[in-house]
């Protein structure tokens, strides 16, 4: 089963520990199924890991009472990972797609003057 196939952005925002409206994510399906959380701040390294890739490092809280437990699990927040990976992976797409599209509008002809 693919990572996005695993959770749902819900269509319920919330407010939660007096913070503005946030929107929660949902796991659908596997051992976490049921529990519900939503990041909090993300924070990108600014050196390069010895195999090329970049550390994301990120706070969420769970909100489902149920599966409160699970902060701190090891297993669930390299879950968390995929999915917060995922999730940049499709704005960074949808964003590229929209640049394109863009790009692609413009009016690149010079006018003639005379």
Do not use: C, W
């Not at 959770?7 to 949902?26: M, P």
């Not at 969420?60 to 990976?85: A, P």
């Amino acid at each position: 089963m693919k990572i996005e196939e695993t959770y749902v952005i819900t269509e319920n925002d919330i407010r939660y520990k007096d913070k503005d409206v946030v929107a929660t994510i949902r796991i659908t399906a596997g051992e976490f199924k049921d529990a519900v959380f939503h990041f909090g701040e993300i924070n990108f390294a600014e050196e390069e890991n010895p195999d090329g890739t970049y550390s994301i490092g990120f706070n969420y809280d769970i909100i489902s009472e149920e599966h409160k437990e699970l902060k701190g699990n090891d297993v669930f927040e390299s879950y968390l990972g995929e999915v917060l990976n995922d999730l940049l992976k499709h704005a960074l797409d949808e964003a590229e797609k929209r640049y394109k599209n863009e790009l692609g509008t413009k009016n690149t002809q010079t006018p003639i003057t005379g």
